[in-house]
């Protein structure tokens, strides 16, 4: 191993290490060399997360989790790892059912639609591009997947060395989700499934917690269920069937919470440690990462987590430039614009002034609740674009698309004096 590498050394394109960041990625790399374990890294915006995964996926096997499909391909984009998506986002390329769902449901079927269990024996599996994608970020160094995708992905849960958890602090949230099954009592006709044995349970629609009776009444349902319905080639609710039997596979390892509505029935896990169980499985080390963990004492039992280790590095930007203001605009209410159209003129020139107070080589994102206010904001508000403008010719805004919204990253790369506008939840990437 390189003594004191520079980021270079280790494949990630920055010139420099952010303050801290050299001493986390060590920090883990030694853990997972002198046996693994868990360790929470409270790491604050800014202080370069993103790299310290690609840095220990330099001799290390790492799989990243996020939560977002844009976070995935920042992650791919920027620190070239295999990245795997739902099934939903890859299209079916087996002609004879494509052009059946087309004709027949005027529908494009995608690999969440295979009737192929397993997959493989499909005919064309091997240029199916769900497949493709699947067996090379299975078997890639550095990997990232969703928090859905590896809570039901084996391949995912087999593969081993490090797991990075971005965004750690909003796991829990991820996992349970994950063990939600919600099915429709149209659905259940529509599939001839057998009557639903626990119509009356819980009164009022609020539900209560299933005792293990009520589970194995609800497992026999799911397996007499399972029985009658079958995969079927051109069948719509390949999706809803697969569903069902991973369902089943799940119900006796969790205690569950099950609410009947007027429509539907839903179950929802009760916590999140049987997920995480199989996500951690073969991982010899794991590394939750966040701007916000706090006290990882109640995000470590939630996980089923004992012991841990915990490393937090100070925020990169001194605390006497992270004060909140309050610029004392006034409310962009859809009231207040209509009696004042001006408002949002006004907002802009404020937002202006009080950025033009900060050094040159500062960078920054104005970041708002909508896309409709980048839009005012950025187009037209001219007082704020032309007074971007002279500051750096190259300031930018992000606009809906997210092929646009991708510039911002290596603009911002190339010039720290850089200001754009996005709606929150993109902020992240600042
Ligand atoms: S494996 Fe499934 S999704 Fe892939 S091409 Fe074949 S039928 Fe379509």
Same mark, same amino acid.
């Given at each position: 191993?390189?003594?004191?590498?520079?980021?270079?050394?280790? #494949?990630?394109?920055?010139?420099?290490?952010?303050?801290?960041?050299?001493?986390? =990625?060590?920090?883990?790399?030694?853990?997972?060399?002198?046996?693994?374990?868990?360790?929470?890294?409270?790491?604050?915006?800014?202080?370069?997360?993103?790299?310290?995964?690609?840095?220990?996926? =330099?001799?290390?096997?790492?799989?990243?989790?996020?939560?977002?499909?844009?976070?995935?391909?920042?992650?791919?984009?920027?620190?070239?790892?295999?990245?795997?998506?739902?099934?939903?986002?890859?299209?079916?390329?087996?002609?004879?059912?494509?052009?059946?769902?087309?004709?027949?449901?005027?529908?494009?079927?995608?690999? *969440?639609?295979?009737?192929?269990?397993?997959?493989?024996?499909? !005919?064309?599996?091997?240029?199916?591009?769900?497949?493709?994608?699947?067996?090379?970020?299975?078997?890639?160094?550095?990997? *990232?997947?969703?928090?859905?995708?590896?809570?039901?992905?084996?391949?995912?849960?087999?593969?081993?060395?490090?797991l990075v958890m971005d965004e750690a602090h909003d796991a829990v949230e991820e996992l349970i989700k994950l063990n939600e099954f919600?099915?429709?009592?149209?659905?259940?006709?529509?599939?001839?499934?057998?009557?639903?044995? +626990?119509?009356?349970? #819980?009164?009022?629609?609020?539900?209560?917690?299933?005792s293990d009776t009520t589970i194995a009444t609800a497992q026999t349902w799911l397996r007499l269920a399972l029985k009658k319905v079958? +995969?079927?080639? =051109?069948?719509?609710?390949?999706?809803?069937?697969?569903? +069902?039997?991973?369902?089943?596979?799940?119900?006796?390892?969790?205690?569950?919470?099950?609410?009947?509505?007027k429509d539907k029935i839903l179950f929802r896990a009760l916590d999140a440690k049987s997920v995480a169980k199989e996500v951690f499985?073969?991982?010899?080390?794991?590394?939750?990462?966040?701007?916000?963990? #706090?006290?990882?004492? !109640?995000?470590?039992?939630?996980?089923? /987590?004992?012991?841990?280790?915990?490393?937090?590095?100070?925020? !990169?930007?001194?605390?006497?430039?992270?004060?909140?203001?309050? +610029?004392?605009?006034?409310?962009?209410?859809? $009231?207040?614009?209509?009696?004042? !159209?001006?408002?949002?003129?006004?907002?802009?020139?404020?937002?202006?002034?009080?950025?033009?107070?900060?050094?040159?080589? &500062? $960078?920054?994102?104005?970041?708002?609740?909508?896309?409709?206010?980048?839009?005012?904001? #950025?187009?037209?508000?001219?007082? /704020?674009?032309?007074?971007?403008?002279? $500051?750096?010719?190259? *300031?930018? &805004?992000? @606009?809906?698309?997210?092929?646009?919204?991708?510039?911002?990253?290596?603009? @911002?790369?190339?010039?720290?004096?850089?200001?754009?506008?996005?709606?929150?939840?993109? *902020? @992240?990437?600042?």
């Amino acid at each position: 191993m390189i003594t004191n590498p520079s980021p270079h050394d280790l #494949g990630i394109n920055h010139p420099s290490w952010r303050p801290n960041q050299y001493e986390t =990625y060590k920090t883990v790399h030694d853990l997972n060399s002198n046996g693994g374990g868990f360790i929470f890294a409270e790491c604050p915006t800014g202080s370069g997360k993103s790299s310290i995964a690609a840095a220990l996926g =330099y001799d290390k096997n790492v799989l990243v989790v996020v939560h977002t499909l844009a976070l995935l391909s920042q992650y791919r984009d920027n620190y070239d790892f295999s990245i795997i998506k739902g099934r939903q986002e890859y299209p079916c390329i087996l002609s004879e059912k494509v052009n059946t769902w087309q004709s027949k449901f005027s529908l494009t079927p995608t690999a *969440a639609d295979c009737h192929f269990d397993p997959m493989h024996k499909c !005919p064309v599996a091997v240029a199916c591009p769900y497949i493709v994608a699947k067996d090379i970020a299975t078997n890639s160094q550095k990997s *990232a997947c969703t928090y859905r995708y590896v809570g039901v992905s084996r391949p995912m849960q087999d593969r081993t060395g490090i797991l990075v958890m971005d965004e750690a602090h909003d796991a829990v949230e991820e996992l349970i989700k994950l063990n939600e099954f919600v099915i429709t009592f149209k659905t259940i006709r529509r599939l001839r499934m057998p009557p639903f044995p +626990l119509w009356e349970f #819980g009164k009022d629609n609020r539900g209560a917690v299933m005792s293990d009776t009520t589970i194995a009444t609800a497992q026999t349902w799911l397996r007499l269920a399972l029985k009658k319905v079958k +995969l079927d080639e =051109y069948s719509k609710d390949v999706k809803t069937i697969l569903r +069902l039997g991973r369902f089943y596979k799940r119900l006796d390892e969790n205690k569950w919470f099950l609410q009947i509505e007027k429509d539907k029935i839903l179950f929802r896990a009760l916590d999140a440690k049987s997920v995480a169980k199989e996500v951690f499985r073969s991982k010899s080390t794991v590394l939750l990462m966040s701007a916000t963990i #706090g006290d990882p004492k !109640p995000l470590a039992k939630s996980l089923g /987590i004992e012991e841990y280790e915990t490393i937090s590095t100070p925020h !990169p930007i001194a605390k006497k430039y992270r004060r909140v203001h309050d +610029l004392k605009m006034p409310s962009l209410s859809a $009231r207040n614009l209509k009696e004042h !159209p001006e408002y949002y003129r006004q907002q802009a020139e404020t937002i202006w002034n009080w950025i033009s107070k900060f050094p040159p080589s &500062w $960078r920054g994102l104005i970041v708002t609740t909508s896309f409709e206010e980048v839009s005012c904001i #950025g187009s037209s508000t001219p007082t /704020i674009r032309e007074a971007i403008s002279p $500051r750096r010719p190259w *300031a930018f &805004w992000l @606009r809906r698309s997210t092929a646009t919204a991708w510039r911002w990253k290596p603009a @911002r790369s190339r010039t720290p004096n850089t200001v754009g506008t996005s709606v929150s939840p993109w *902020a @992240r990437w600042v």
